[in-house]
Each structure stands twice: as structure tokens, then as C-alpha cells.
């Protein structure tokens, strides 16, 4: 007897156990100050504002937790400006010369934007009846979708120093030197898979019985830089073409040293969700 009463709980525990988990899809939308954070030697970064939407799966293996993940559509964007900058390295004229390439950017602006596929892991508590407060901490890998940063036209003045004569060219357009009037660039960014650190805080209202709505905040906190930095010079001298230029990104430019330190995405702000109960 005393077997069948000990089986008959265990069933029971085990039949309350699943009638409480809950299956959700889940539907959001949200948005805020979301951007590229990173230092630089000279200038002023400034996050820029973005957003995204995603599909998502929620299950609750009680009534105040559970787990969600999904997959999230996120927008990144930044800008710096640079009242002023000198520009100095080594490289080779057309006829193979070594020399001393120096160019001064009287005004540089530079915004970058990315666009990142996310896929977060979070762990939800909630409590509540109909109306629900929640809270939700995990993380989040990021995998880049596209990369763009741009600038708008610029004046320099290139000249040229070769040690070997012991003399700087300074008005010889046809070998890339004097003043030049740079167009507006719009290149490609090459990023890396971004992790960050997330959380959730908000509340969740019953609107029938297997159909919720959610508003909160959100934090989303970058781990790992997603850019490599100072490999490249910020105004690339052309030695086959010299009057022509290209403009590289601060990101991954570098004069003696990287211009920026770890660069990471950061975003804060505002999360709506749908969440639709597919059964228990």
C-alpha cells in the first residue's frame, strides 16, 4: 500500500510539474540609444541611436521562471569627430622610394553603423497574476550581418619628406602632394561576432488567456572588441594613382598607434513584446 501511495504522489508531482510549463512565441520590437563604444587618441565618439526587431521562444518551467531565446535583428550606429589631425608613415613613391608620407585633415567626421543578427540565452523571473512584473538576465552572441562607415568631403594637405634628399615636397599634385579636396566615402566595416551581457526589466499584462503584452528596458553590454584596430593608415597614400586617396575608417586606422581602443556594442532602451501561449 505504502508503494502505490508513494507512486500515486510521484505521478501526481509529475503531472503538476508539466501542466505548469508554459510554451510562448514571442514577437518584439525595440529601440534606443544603441552604438559603437570605444576611445580614441583624438576626437569625441559619440553612441548613436538604433533599434531591431525579433522572433522569439519563451518556456516556463514554473509560474515565475523560464528561459527564452530566439533570434533578434539589431542596428548599431556611432560618429567622432576631429577638429584637426596629422597624418605621418612610411611608404613608396611610384618609382619604389622610400619616404615620409605627412598629411594634416583640417576637419574629420566619421559615422559608422553595423547591423548584427543576435541570438540571446535569458533567464526570466516573474511574478504576478494577470498583471506581471519581470526580470530577465543572460547573454547574447552577436553575428554581423553588414558593416558601413562614412565621411562626408574633406580638405588635406599632403607634402612628401624623403631622408635620402633631406627635403619635403609640398606642391607636387602629380606625386599626391599639396592641397586636395577629398569626395564623401561610403565604405565596408568588417566586424567580428560580438558577445555581450543583457537584461531585461518590465512588466507583462494578460490581455486573454494565451495572449500577453510586455514593455520594459533593456540593457545590452558588449564583452569583446569587433574590430581590428590600427592596422591601417587613415588617409592611404595611392602610389600608382597619387592624386587619388582612400579614406580608411578610424576603427581600424592608426598613426604610430590605433586611433581607438576595444570597440564593443552598447545599447540601452526600450523593448515592447507580443507574447502568444501555444499550449501547457
Excluded at 28 to 56: C, E, M, N, Q, W
Excluded at 130 to 145: H, S, T, V, W
Excluded at 196 to 211: I, R
Excluded at 252 to 265: C, L, R, V, Y
Amino acid at each position: 500500500m505504502k508503494r502505490v501511495i508513494i507512486s500515486a504522489l510521484v505521478l501526481l508531482g509529475a503531472w503538476s510539474l508539466n501542466a505548469q510549463i508554459k510554451h510562448g512565441i514571442t514577437l518584439s520590437g525595440f529601440g534606443g540609444l544603441s552604438g559603437l563604444k570605444y576611445d580614441v587618441t583624438a576626437g569625441s565618439p559619440k553612441t548613436g541611436f538604433g533599434g531591431g526587431f525579433g522572433l522569439g521562444y519563451q518556456l516556463f518551467f514554473s509560474p515565475e521562471w523560464g528561459i527564452g531565446t530566439g533570434v533578434e535583428f539589431a542596428l548599431y550606429s556611432a560618429k567622432c569627430d576631429v577638429d584637426g589631425m596629422d597624418v605621418r608613415y612610411m611608404t613608396k613613391d611610384m618609382e619604389n622610394s622610400s619616404f615620409e608620407f605627412r598629411s594634416k585633415v583640417s576637419k574629420y567626421e566619421e559615422t559608422q553603423n553595423a547591423s548584427l543578427l543576435q541570438i540571446p540565452l535569458m533567464l526570466q523571473f516573474q511574478k504576478g497574476d494577470k498583471n506581471q512584473f519581470y526580470a530577465a538576465l543572460g547573454g547574447k552572441a552577436g553575428i554581423p550581418m553588414s558593416g558601413k562607415y562614412k565621411t562626408p568631403s574633406m580638405s588635406i594637405q599632403n607634402s612628401g619628406y624623403f631622408a635620402e634628399e633631406n627635403y619635403e615636397y609640398t606642391t607636387q599634385q602629380f606625386m599626391g602632394f599639396g592641397a586636395f579636396n577629398l569626395p564623401s566615402a561610403n565604405n565596408e566595416l568588417s566586424f567580428k561576432t560580438a558577445f555581450s551581457l543583457s537584461a531585461e526589466l518590465g512588466g507583462k499584462w494578460e490581455l486573454s488567456e494565451k495572449f500577453w503584452f510586455c514593455a520594459g528596458v533593456y540593457l545590452d553590454y558588449g564583452l569583446n572588441s569587433i574590430a581590428d584596430t590600427g592596422s591601417l593608415p587613415l588617409i592611404e597614400y595611392n602610389r600608382q594613382s597619387p592624386k587619388d586617396f582612400t579614406v580608411n575608417s578610424m576603427l581600424n586606422s592608426g598613426n604610430a598607434k590605433p586611433f581607438t581602443d576595444k570597440i564593443t556594442p552598447i545599447a540601452v532602451g526600450v523593448k515592447l513584446r507580443l507574447v502568444f501561449g501555444i499550449g501547457e
